[in-house]
């Protein structure tokens, strides 16, 4: 859904310019953009998400790099025209400061009058998908159990992943804790607008 929804902001940059895929991760959205022929920039602190995100655009190697940074100072030398942030990244930043931080360092490496396509899960996601709720996915490279809780007064959603995953020997079990944080409309366009990001479009 994220993709049909860049999609045409991506078709419509001006020629000779890319995309920049914000905390790109694996590389599933970098991946499907250069299958499009759509250059694409991922931008992502972690080592091992980038590693398997090179592995996995390697037939799109011609339009799809990487760069290991942290988003808050990141710079990249590709003219980029439009920037995008799936995967509830902003909703990882717990307090204000960090996620203007980073709008501004988006807009930095933005050309003038580029565009941020990003989603962010609102209180309706919070309430009715996280809170007290359990999942369990299967794949072929192991099994991931959630288990999801919400915080209404803090406003804080907190997901306990414990995954069994398949390696050489057998199985290995990996336990996290993911937190995340709702921010309302009303304070993502204060953000953006501290950022110096003066219009904004929505999708539906």
């Known amino acids: 859904g994220f993709h049909a929804a860049l999609k045409p902001f991506a078709r419509a940059r001006p020629r000779?310019?890319?995309?920049?895929?914000?905390?790109?991760?694996t590389g599933v959205l970098a991946e499907q953009l250069g299958r499009a022929r759509i250059p694409v920039i991922?931008?992502?602190?972690?080592?091992?998400?980038l590693a398997i995100a090179r592995k996995r655009c390697r037939g799109v190697?011609?339009?799809v790099r990487f760069r290991r940074a942290d988003?808050?100072?990141?710079?990249?030398?590709?003219?980029?025209?439009?920037?995008?942030?799936?995967g509830d990244?902003?909703?990882?930043?717990?307090?204000?400061?960090?996620l203007v931080r980073i709008l501004r360092q988006v807009r930095k490496n933005l050309l003038p009058g580029g565009v941020l396509v990003f989603e962010a899960h609102n209180r309706f996601a919070y309430e009715h998908?996280?809170?007290g709720h359990d999942y369990w996915m299967e794949g072929p490279g192991g099994d991931?159990?959630?288990?999801?809780?919400?915080?209404?007064r803090r406003r804080l959603a907190t997901v306990r992943m414990i995954v069994y995953a398949r390696n050489g020997r057998g199985w290995e079990r990996v336990e996290t804790t993911l937190v995340e944080r709702y921010h309302s409309d009303g304070e993502l366009r204060s953000a953006l607008l501290d950022a110096n990001t003066y219009e904004e479009v929505e999708a539906d």
């Open 71 to 86: 988003l808050a100072a990141f710079r990249v030398r590709e003219p980029c025209a439009v920037a995008s942030a799936c």
């Open 16 to 25: 000779g310019t890319w995309v920049l895929d914000l905390a790109c991760g």
């Open 144 to 152: 991931l159990a959630m288990c999801c809780e919400w915080e209404p």
């Open 89 to 98: 990244v902003f909703n990882h930043m717990l307090t204000r400061a960090p």
């Open 61 to 63: 190697s011609t339009r």
């Open 129 to 131: 998908y996280w809170n």
């Open 42 to 49: 991922g931008v992502d602190s972690s080592r091992e998400m």
